[in-house]
């Protein structure tokens, strides 16, 4: 029988996933193949949808599809495995949340019947070359951070450092290589910026043995981090993002969101990773486009995300 090929892409809050499924999409695409796709976000609400056109699409919400989402993961792969076997999709893309762990989903992948329907070609991880220093650091990072991190690259068949145009020395970056690698000496090890390595990645196959699963492996959960959401954002101007990431820079690791600026009247999409917040003007507003903020970040709460 033939296996349905599948993706995994996961990667710490911020690290560049989404931007390198796009474009791994794409390259799929561009070969003649049907692609579905499968979103995991912690919030209740996905607000990247926009982003992607593919009729295959999948999303499970408010949860982790290591953890509290497996029933519902398994009930999606056998609902892949009957488009697969129909000819509707040739292969799948998965992305975890950034704080998933992908062993627990390797062991999905590798249990009965899973096993027999689906092949792993490549667990990517998608590290934020420029703060993963910072992530690994006893002084600057939780134990719970410190080990997703660990956990996402050593479960990874394909690693790639991203945003290294955001690291000055050569030094830093060397440090960097010499962190990876001593989580995960086998993996292939990739360098980049806006996660331009996709050539690279369909040119190569790595083994995926070592991604088996060991029963008393002890897996990293995400306790600390918390997601909070605010839908309602018609009186949020760029002036208040800026404001409440400011006071928050300890505990916020990732926010994203669309808001309206009343006092330019224009609808403005952003993002904010590794320290760095980037606005984009929405050109033309979509009537399932509205206002909607997620925060995450370590003990995050709702009480203290004052808008």
């Given amino acids: 029988m033939r296996k349905m090929p599948v993706y995994l892409i996961n990667g710490f809050l911020g690290s560049g996933k989404t931007t390198m499924m796009l474009k791994m999409i794409k390259k799929l695409q561009d070969k003649g193949l049907k692609v579905a796709v499968l979103l995991n976000e912690l919030g209740q609400t996905n607000l990247e949808r926009h ?4 009729d295959n699409f999948f999303e499970l919400l408010n949860g982790c599809i290591c953890c509290s989402l497996q029933d519902d993961l398994k009930k999606v792969m056998r609902d892949l495995s009957g488009l697969y076997k129909d000819g509707k999709v040739d292969v799948a893309v998965i992305e975890g949340t950034g704080v998933a762990n992908p062993g627990e989903i390797h062991e999905i992948l590798n249990q009965h019947p899973f096993s027999d329907l689906f092949s792993l070609q490549e667990s990517v991880c998608i590290t934020d070359a420029s703060m993963l220093q910072e992530y690994l650091s006893f002084f600057s990072s939780s134990k719970e951070v410190r080990n997703l991190q660990k956990q996402q690259i050593h479960h990874a068949s394909y690693i790639v450092l991203n945003k290294i145009d955001l690291i000055d020395h050569k030094a830093d970056l060397e440090k960097v290589r010499k962190l990876v690698r001593k989580i995960n000496p086998d993996a292939i090890l990739k360098e980049t910026s806006y996660g331009d390595c996709i ?11 070592r991604t088996t699963i060991k029963n008393e492996e002890k897996y990293a959960h995400h306790r600390e981090i918390k997601a909070v959401k605010i839908q309602n954002t ?43 917040l980037q606005w984009e003007k929405v050109k033309k507003m979509s009537s399932s486009l509205h206002g909607e903020i997620i925060f995450i970040g370590t003990n995050l709460s709702r009480e203290k995300v004052l808008l």
């Fill in 51 to 54: 982003m992607f056109k593919e």
């Fill in 234 to 276: 018609a009186n949020v101007g760029r002036n208040d993002i800026h404001r409440i990431l400011s006071d928050l820079t300890e505990d916020m690791i990732r926010a994203k969101g669309t808001i309206y600026d009343q006092s330019e009247a224009q609808w403005y999409h952003f993002q904010y990773a590794s320290g760095k």
């Fill in 199 to 209: 050539e690279d990645l369909f040119q190569t196959h790595s083994s995926l043995a």
